[in-house]
T-cell receptor, first 115, second 113 residues
Framework: DAGVTQSPTHLIKTRGQQVTLRCSPKSGHDTVSWYQQALGQGPQFIFQYYEEEERQRGNFPDRFSGHQFPNYSSELNVNALLLGDSALYLC??????????????FGSGTRLTVV | QQQVKQSPQSLIVQKGGISIINCAYENTAFDYFPWYQQFPGKGPALLIAIRPDVSEKKEGRFTISFNKSAKQFSLHIMDSQPGDSATYFCAATITSGNTPLVFGKGTRLSVIA
């Protein structure tokens, strides 16, 4: 069973450009969250999608937008890239079970470098 | 406002020793407290997690101790090995609704032989 899959693994973009990152959650996981992790820092929450709607949003500008598709996969779009957007972007899918089980599974991330 | 505070920032432990990382939280509504291990270039991987209805959980060499009254929890790595060298993050969330995982800033652990 594949875990959370993210693409691409690495990306270099120029300031002002736009970028789209993709995530396929683990099978059976219907809630997808996106995080930004700057070098040497903990992951910062960007937003969370469930049933194709944005359910929660962290403290990120409107340049950051997303989408969730009917198959639960998701995209993160960033417009007007800034140098400060350089980071590892992580996708996580959330699971719950009837016995009270709960957890998040993370992908390996997309390393975005803005030059 | 940082809701989860983690210490120390970095830690050096001798092989075979005990590594201890501490976290404190502010939101008493948090009811799920995981620890993640992250190697360079990889995403965080769940190590162990605890709910506030128990004070300790052990899985192999990894133990979480939880103190609800003090709003603190810690990760103990027994018999630390060089392969444990990684960055460790504590996190917290509320399992009902759409509250995201809130992470600490991380602890870089180096286990030396």
């Amino acid at each position: 069973d594949a875990g959370v899959t993210q693409s691409p693994t690495h990306l270099i973009k120029t300031r002002g450009q736009q970028v789209t990152l993709r995530c396929s959650p683990k099978s059976g996981h219907d809630t997808v969250s996106w995080y930004q992790q700057a070098l040497g820092q903990g992951p910062q929450f960007i937003f969370q999608y469930y049933e194709e709607e944005e359910r929660q949003r962290g403290n990120f500008p409107d340049r950051f937008s997303g989408h969730q598709f009917p198959n639960y996969s998701s995209e993160l779009n960033v417009n007007a890239l800034l140098l400060g957007d350089s980071a590892l972007y992580l996708c996580a899918s959330r699971w719950t079970s009837g016995g009270g089980g709960y957890g998040y599974t993370f992908g390996s991330g997309t390393r975005l470098t803005v030059v | 406002q940082q809701q989860v505070k983690q210490s120390p920032q970095s830690l050096i432990v001798q092989k075979g020793g005990i590594s201890i990382i501490n976290c404190a939280y502010e939101n008493t509504a948090f009811d799920y407290f995981p620890w993640y291990q992250q190697f360079p270039g990889k995403g965080p991987a769940l190590l162990i997690a605890i709910r506030p209805d128990v004070s300790e959980k052990k899985e192999g060499r990894f133990t979480i101790s939880f103190n609800k009254s003090a709003k603190q929890f810690s990760l103990h790595i027994m018999d630390s090995q060089p392969g444990d060298s990684a960055t460790y993050f504590c996190a917290a969330t509320i399992t009902s609704g759409n509250t995201p995982l809130v992470f600490g800033k991380g602890t870089r652990l180096s286990v030396i032989a």
